[in-house]
């Protein structure tokens, strides 16, 4: 009986040749080398070494300790290198020199892929938007008035941005109990979450010269599954006027996987029909490519599905937030993440937050271990996805996983 090679994958893996996407790692042997690796199934291929072994001219991409040089390297470099993967690990005669550069994803660790530079958070979903509105604003109209004219968004801090698995301590801060007249100080007692897609700029650009909607993918490399931790205690005190700061910026977690666009050609979609008609710069009727994405996304508390939110459901797309983010002028750097915005489906179950979900605490939710309003000390909150692949298969998206911990002593 021969012993069956790891790149023979079972039909219908999501993580199968179509997919493909990039993470750094490191061994138990050598815990300090970072390596550009590549998910084939359930391994991690050495790209860097599988580069070397084969000659490949893309060694100088791929033999590196972060997704930075690949990043810069700009959309035909992202294509041809993808190329050369797909051959590495479908062509037989490469097997001997592939199969030993091949390691377990369990037995590796996985890193931030490359440095974040800017992090921008936006507000995209029409669903998610008006909940919020209407739990916060019962009198007002659920939208803002410029809600529908341009994608809302703020920037946020890329220092905190970490990789899935690192554990988050719940954040302290200031929060103004409801009836109280002064805020007091301590943990978060609503620490929330917030399914997003993360969407990686590998391109810079110029300043003063705005990235119009048309060349979105000559700048933006892939996507991850995001988790927009929020206390929405700190939040709701602190926002107004100026926007979300400290009940946002203790950490976001990210997939230690970055998806290529290109792995997501079968996943293209329109975005929703809009009612109002976007100004020129974000007008995307007459675009060749309308940007809307179709990944479906599952979030679980311990375990447990409690959420299922659509992506294709988003108002603006990432191409519409790529060309407002930069309309004033505003650059691009290498590593620049941006955020989808919280997304939420029409649906009780798509809501893609806590907060949604229990209507901020009314409707608690019933987990096996209890009721949910908001995270508690030792949830462990995991969010997957998925996308429509060439011929019926299923692209996965790299899972991204937190466990809340009590705020550091
Ligand atoms: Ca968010």
């Known amino acids: 009986m021969s012993e069956q090679s790891p790149l023979d994958l ?53 033999d590196q300790p972060s997704l930075r040089p690949l990043l810069t390297a700009g959309r035909t470099a992202w294509r041809d290198v993808r190329r050369a993967l797909t051959a590495w690990v479908t062509v037989p005669a490469h097997r001997p020199d592939i199969e030993p550069l091949l390691h377990p994803v369990g037995e590796v660790a996985l890193h931030l892929p490359y440095e974040v530079a800017d992090y921008v958070d936006f507000y995209a979903s029409e669903n998610h938007a008006t909940n919020v509105g209407r739990i916060f604003r019962p009198d007002g109209d659920a939208l803002t008035p410029n809600w529908k004219h341009l994608p809302i968004g703020y920037h946020g801090r890329s220092g905190t941005v970490v990789v899935s698995g690192t554990d988050i301590p719940r954040p302290l801060g200031q929060r103004r109990p409801p009836g109280a007249e ?35 993918r000559d700048h933006v490399f892939g996507v991850s599954l ?119 489906g029409p649906e009780t179950h798509q809501r893609g937050s806590l907060l949604e979900l229990t209507w901020n605490g009314r409707d608690p939710l019933e987990l096996p271990e209890g009721k949910r309003t908001f995270l508690e000390d030792g949830d462990v909150v995991t969010m997957t996805a998925w996308a429509p692949g060439p011929d019926g298969t299923r692209v996965g998206l790299g899972e991204v996983t937190g466990r809340i911990v009590p705020p550091h002593a």
């Open 10 to 62: 079972a039909e219908g893996d999501p993580f199968g040749p179509h997919n493909l996407p990039y993470g750094v790692f490191t061994t138990a042997d050598e815990p300090e080398r970072r390596r550009v690796g590549v998910r084939v199934g359930s391994h991690v291929l050495d790209a860097g070494a599988a580069a070397r072994a084969l000659g490949s001219p893309y060694a100088a991409l791929l």
């Open 182 to 216: 002064n805020p007091s100080f301590g943990p978060s007692v609503k620490l929330d979450i917030e399914a997003e897609v993360g969407f990686v700029v590998g391109v810079p650009s110029e300043r003063g010269r705005p990235v119009p909607l048309g060349s979105f």
């Open 226 to 344: 995001l988790n927009d931790w929020s206390a929405r205690d700190i939040q709701a005190w602190e926002y107004v006027p100026l926007g979300p700061f400290l009940g946002k910026s203790f950490a976001t977690s990210v997939s230690a996987w970055v998806t290529p666009l290109e792995a997501l050609d079968a996943a293209r979609t329109a975005p929703p029909a809009r009612d109002v008609a976007p100004l020129p710069y974000l007008d995307d009727a007459a675009e060749e490519e309308q940007g809307g994405l179709d990944l479906r996304i599952t979030v679980s508390v311990n375990g447990h599905v409690i959420a299922e939110p659509p992506f294709a459901t988003m108002y603006w797309t990432a191409a519409q937030q790529l060309a407002h983010m930069t309309v004033n002028g505003a650059s691009l750097r290498t590593g620049d993440l941006y955020g989808s915005g919280t997304v939420s």
